[in-house]
């Protein structure tokens, strides 16, 4: 049971002593004067036997065990134990060379730390935790992990790895059957049946069911559109949409789908059913949110490509008839110059104009061309009613196959979404005369007036339908209209902590971002800090003649930053420094620092296999610099001499979103303690942008922007710390407002990077991300565009402003809504509980509330926080150059991380291939794996060559240094044969683990 679990080599591993850290060499290896006492008790205890059971007691809290070999644990623990109990660290070697000696001394340190070794009561104490973590982990190593920990704060010795190891297997034996057995009410012989026919090929389409249900669409059309609706229906058939799978923790769903969707059709046969039915079961209920999330966003995509459309036409009609009406202008001109001229009496002005001034032929040539007025809209919905008939193909089978439900607000949309649901079932033409249009906005209700009184009931039908397609898609976006049984566009309560878990988290919510729980004290702080930025702003426009300063009509005048300047001894270290780097291939580098941070072992297999092939490690750098570079799997088979099926089976299994970010998390921490990383920064400050990818073939996420892409393209929005590390990627549509997935990776930051702070551009800014940013205990630092005109906020009279602040107070031009953000305190701040608590996603959220209106009292309260914590913001960056230049420096990093990534994605002009968001997800992480590998070794280098030069009593400042970026690429080489040789590369490496730094002015 345990060859299939561990290596015999990972088994021996496992027994002895681990690299240790600094952290935990100071936390366990320091001894307390009761310590020394114990092992230096005075009487016949030599030096070796009194270094030995120190060892044994600090490694016994250290590991929760002690190794046979003491003699072999760490050198820096020997030496500063040795240290401690002044003795020679050599005489370790001559410890515990008779076997009694070593068990006593456990015996001995056990006894003193109150530990106890392991009992049958003990062991099965353990297998009841590994069983309820088995039931949400199957990682083996995970699950090793979690047993060790259970055992120390038990205080229960670790027995050997095999027992612990059986133990683990055990547990995951007994875990998938008792899934089997949670889920046994569900598989009845029809239900049985219905799950094995997914495997098989169905003439009907071609394919499994199980691999129809996992291909998405690549577009946003009718086609597409009953595509996923006719899935919807065949999982309602099988009744997947009403199964509940919650007697299952969250994990375990996740885990089994994931498998599900990995295995082919073949192998899910060749399971015996108690682990075959679970996996299929799980992966049918996903598949029923999943694929209904597909249908709204499809009908969404689809209904506002055809408004886009619509709008070019209109702006194209409106171009055309301005242009027709020129002539009509310069009559109108002709006629004004006759009418406005003092000079000509009234009784001349009517023959001036139809006489020789202007003429009769020109006035009945402009009265037979005039074009009828434009409605309030210009025509927009006009030009949509253009694509009636497209929209027909698919909208009534997304109102007859998705239920939609709201609040009070959404009543009367509601009811017209049901009229126009039975007029579609029935083939009725004429909308009722009671049918509602109160949802109709004020621009579309003159075409429904129009069609009215001209008794046209086919044109009242379709603008009517029109304006419900388009406010349910509006209520969607809202959250005013919901979708049961869908995850995406769920009821927008479910996504905030109910009123129960609240009252429970509310005061360790308040603690932990440092805001009070009363509406009153948090107002009049955030008032305090208002009247002091305002007051150093005050002083900076007293100047008069500063960046920042107010023209001759008192409007905000702020000058650009000049550019920064950059030392020239920046400058030139940096070139040194290049020249000093060794140059590495970038296969290379991969090998180096998975030697220096095993980020590779991150990468776990997804079905929970932990056998690891010799292999494994060369196959996963070749699959990563397949996505990294965009050579894609087919052409690395060729470069590398690796199968293209290989590379292909560990991209299914261990390629993932989740093994990446692990990963990437592994890099991260391993820059965090390189000595040169604080230089750069404190890694409290972080940026995020979108970077632009042109996308070849068609894609859901892919839009047409010409200001970036010759025809598709899509984005990808980074996180970056000032240290110059990527902790966060997400593929987003091109064409969304980048602000709505500012906060994801900041909430969901899983590195030891302290985020406080945080700086974008305008794109990430909204009022609702102020307000959030500051609820969450963060500060929004953005570089806004145009942020002289932007409004700025009073909490008080005007009069009062312009008296306390004679310069400022008459910018802040409206004034705040304080009673509306008192009333929803506490609502705010549950609210941001929710998203800090992991309950909610924020893009959702954030999304959700910038589109909602007035009438949504919540969304209005935290968009006038937000205006406040804005105009506090603005103050303190409009007074502080310093501060300005901050937020620039910092938002160049991320260009520059971005250059680095266009450098590396180089193969098939840096276009993105991958169809189905998955695949654009994973290909945007190994490129910042990658990266971050790149700047990772670039660090650490720098790091070296910066010491041999002091060491040679060349003096080099942290000042200079933190203008030197390690995101960059002169010294790798991307291109060129791909040999994947791992033992070949590291015995290249020198004795300290490092490829030697050039000599300057060598060509090697």
């Known amino acids: 049971m345990v060859a299939p679990v561990f290596t015999d080599v990972e088994l021996e591993r496992l027994r002895r002593f681990p690299e240790i850290g600094r952290e935990e060499l100071f936390r366990f290896f320091t001894l307390a004067p009761a310590d020394v006492a114990f092992v230096d008790p005075g009487r016949g205890r030599g030096a070796a036997d009194r270094l030995g059971l120190a060892v044994a007691v600090c490694s016994l809290s250290w590991l929760g065990f002690v190794p046979d070999e003491v003699a072999s644990a760490p050198q820096a623990a020997?030496?500063?134990?040795?240290?401690?109990?002044?003795?020679?660290?050599?005489?370790?070697?001559?410890?515990?060379?008779?076997?009694?000696?070593?068990?006593?001394?456990?015996?001995?340190?056990?006894?003193?730390?109150?530990?106890?070794?392991?009992?049958?009561?003990?062991?099965?104490?353990?297998?009841?935790?590994?069983l309820a973590r088995a039931m949400e982990h199957d990682s083996p190593t995970l699950l090793f992990r979690?047993?060790?920990?259970?055992?120390?704060?038990?205080?229960?010795?670790?027995?050997?790895?095999?027992?612990?190891?059986?133990?683990?297997?055990?547990?995951?034996?007994?875990?998938?059957?008792?899934?089997?057995?949670?889920?046994?009410?569900?598989?009845?012989?029809?239900?049985?049946?219905?799950?094995?026919g997914l495997l098989v090929v169905d003439s009907e389409i071609g394919m499994t069911r199980l691999r129809w249900l996992g291909k998405g669409p690549v577009e946003a059309s009718p086609a597409a559109v009953k595509a996923e609706i006719a899935k919807l229906e065949f999982l309602r058939g099988m009744d997947a949409h009403a199964l509940d799978l919650s007697v299952l923790p969250a994990e375990r769903r996740r885990f089994l789908a994931t498998v599900g969707r990995r295995l082919t059709a073949q192998a899910l046969e060749r399971r015996e059913p108690e682990r075959?039915?679970?996996?299929?079961?799980?992966?049918?209920?996903?598949?029923?949110?999943?694929?209904?999330?597909?249908?709204?966003?499809?009908?969404?995509?689809?209904?506002?490509?055809?408004?886009?459309?619509?709008?070019?036409?209109?702006?194209?009609?409106?171009?055309?008839?301005?242009?027709?009406?020129?002539?009509?202008?310069?009559?109108?001109?002709?006629?004004?110059?006759?009418?406005a001229d003092p000079a000509v009496p009234d009784g001349d002005v009517g023959g001036l104009i139809r006489g020789e001034r202007v003429g009769w032929d020109r006035l009945r040539s402009a009265q037979s061309s005039a074009l009828p007025p434009l409605p309030r809209d210009h025509g927009h919905l006009?030009?949509?009613?253009?694509?009636?008939?497209?929209?027909?193909?698919?909208?009534?089978?997304?109102?007859?196959?998705?239920?939609?439900?709201?609040?009070?607000?959404?009543?009367?949309?509601?009811?017209?979404?049901?009229?126009?649901?039975?007029?579609?079932?029935?083939?009725?033409?004429?909308?009722?005369?009671?049918?509602?249009?109160?949802?109709?906005?004020?621009?579309?209700?003159?075409?429904?007036?129009?069609?009215?009184?001209?008794?046209?009931?086919?044109?009242?039908?379709?603008?009517?339908?029109?304006?419900?397609?388009?406010?349910?898609?509006?209520?969607?976006?809202?959250?005013?209209?919901?979708?049961?049984?869908?995850?995406?566009?769920?009821?927008?309560?479910?996504?905030?902590?109910?009123?129960?878990?609240?009252?429970?988290?509310?005061a360790e919510f308040c603690r932990l971002v440092g805001k009070p729980s009363d509406a009153a004290t948090g107002l009049a702080e955030a008032e305090d800090e208002l009247h002091t930025a305002l007051g150093k702003l005050e002083t900076t426009l007293a100047h008069g003649d500063g960046p920042v300063r107010l023209d001759d009509d008192g409007d905000l005048v702020i000058s650009p930053l000049t550019a920064e300047d950059i030392p020239a001894e920046a400058r030139a270290l940096k070139a040194e420094?290049?020249?000093?780097?060794?140059?590495?291939?970038?296969?290379?580098?991969?090998?180096?620092?998975?030697?220096?941070?095993?980020?590779?072992?991150?990468?776990?297999?997804?079905?929970?296999?932990?056998?690891?092939?010799?292999?494994?490690?060369?196959?996963?750098?070749?699959v990563l610099l397949a996505q990294s570079t965009n050579l894609g799997l087919t052409r690395m088979a060729d470069a590398c001499g690796i199968s293209y099926d290989i590379l292909a089976w560990t991209a299914e299994w261990y390629v993932r979103e989740e093994t990446l970010r692990a990963a990437n998390l592994a890099l991260i921490g391993y820059h965090q303690r390189l000595p040169l990383t604080p230089v750069f920064g404190t890694g409290t400050l972080s940026s995020s942008d979108g970077q632009r990818f042109p996308t070849r073939g068609k894609s859901v996420t892919a839009r047409a922007l010409s200001r970036y892409f010759a025809h598709e393209g899509l984005s990808t929005y980074t996180h970056v710390t000032d240290q110059h590390t990527t902790y966060g990627t997400k593929i987003i549509v091109a064409t969304k407002r980048e602000a709505h997935y500012v906060l994801d990776e900041i909430l969901g930051n899983a590195t030891d990077i302290p985020i406080t702070e945080h700086a974008t551009d305008t794109h990430g800014v909204t009022l609702v991300n102020f307000g959030l940013f500051d609820l969450l205990g963060l500060q929004l630092s953005p570089r806004i565009r145009d942020l002289g005109k932007i409004t700025l906020y009073r909490t008080g009279a005007k009069a009062a402003a312009e008296t306390a602040f004679p310069l400022t107070g008459p910018l802040l031009a409206r004034k705040l809504n304080t009673d509306l953000i008192a009333e929803h305190w506490d609502d705010l701040l549950r609210l941001a509980g929710s998203l800090k608590f992991g309950h909610a996603t924020a893009s959702l959220l954030v999304g959700k509330l910038s589109a909602s209106g007035r009438q949504n009292a919540l969304a209005a309260a935290l968009k006038e926080y937000g205006a406040l914590r804005r105009t506090v913001y603005t103050a303190r960056y409009l007074s502080d150059p310093a501060y300005r230049r901050k937020i620039s420096r910092q938002l160049n990093k991320g260009e520059s991380l971005h250059a680095l990534k266009r450098d590396l994605l180089y193969a098939h002009e840096g276009m993105i291939r991958a169809r189905h968001l998955e695949g654009q997800t994973e290909q945007a992480w190994c490129l910042t794996l990658v990266t971050n590998a790149v700047v990772t070794w670039t660090t650490e280098y720098y790091g070296l060559a910066v010491e041999q030069m002091r060491a040679a009593g060349r003096r080099i400042d942290d000042e200079v240094l933190a203008h030197i970026s390690p995101a960059h690429?002169?010294?790798?080489?991307?291109?060129?044969?791909?040999?994947?040789?791992?033992?070949g590369e590291l015995a290249q490496l020198s004795p300290t683990g490092y490829r030697p730094l050039r000599v300057r002015d060598t060509l090697f």
Request: with cysteine; hydrophobic share 45%; proline share 4%.
């Open 969 to 983: 690429s002169e010294n790798i080489n991307f291109f060129g044969a791909i040999e994947v040789d791992i033992d």
């Open 276 to 339: 075959r039915y679970p996996i299929l079961l799980t992966l049918l209920a996903q598949s029923a949110t999943e694929v209904l999330d597909e249908v709204v966003a499809l009908f969404d995509q689809a209904l506002s490509a055809r408004e886009s459309k619509a709008a070019h036409r209109m702006r194209d009609y409106l171009a055309e008839r301005a242009k027709s009406g020129e002539d009509r202008q310069e009559l109108l001109d002709a006629i004004l110059a006759i009418v």
């Open 382 to 506: 006009a030009a949509l009613d253009g694509s009636y008939g497209y929209l027909r193909q698919f909208t009534p089978n997304v109102l007859d196959a998705v239920t939609f439900a709201g609040g009070t607000a959404a009543a009367e949309l509601l009811e017209a979404v049901a009229i126009l649901r039975e007029l579609n079932a029935t083939g009725a033409r004429k909308v009722p005369d009671d049918a509602p249009s109160g949802f109709v906005p004020a621009r579309f209700r003159g075409y429904l007036d129009t069609a009215a009184a001209n008794r046209s009931a086919t044109a009242y039908r379709h603008y009517w339908e029109l304006c419900v397609l388009l406010a349910l898609r509006d209520g969607l976006r809202t959250g005013d209209v919901f979708v049961p049984g869908s995850r995406r566009y769920s009821d927008p309560a479910a996504y905030l902590l109910t009123e129960d878990k609240w009252a429970d988290q509310r």
């Open 577 to 622: 420094l290049t020249e000093m780097l060794p140059f590495a291939p970038i296969v290379s580098l991969l090998i180096e620092m998975d030697k220096r941070t095993g980020f590779l072992d991150c990468f776990t297999h997804a079905g929970g296999k932990q056998a690891r092939t010799r292999e494994l490690k060369r196959n996963l750098i070749a």
């Open 146 to 196: 979690l047993a060790c920990e259970f055992l120390i704060s038990a205080r229960v010795i670790r027995p050997g790895p095999v027992t612990v190891v059986k133990r683990v297997a055990h547990a995951r034996e007994v875990a998938r059957q008792e899934t089997f057995d949670r889920l046994a009410h569900e598989f009845t012989d029809a239900r049985r049946v219905g799950l094995d």
């Open 78 to 130: 020997v030496v500063r134990l040795a240290e401690q109990l002044r003795v020679d660290p050599a005489v370790i070697g001559s410890y515990g060379r008779r076997a009694k000696t070593r068990t006593e001394h456990l015996r001995l340190a056990a006894q003193y730390l109150g530990w106890r070794p392991p009992t049958t009561l003990e062991i099965k104490e353990l297998d009841e935790f590994l």
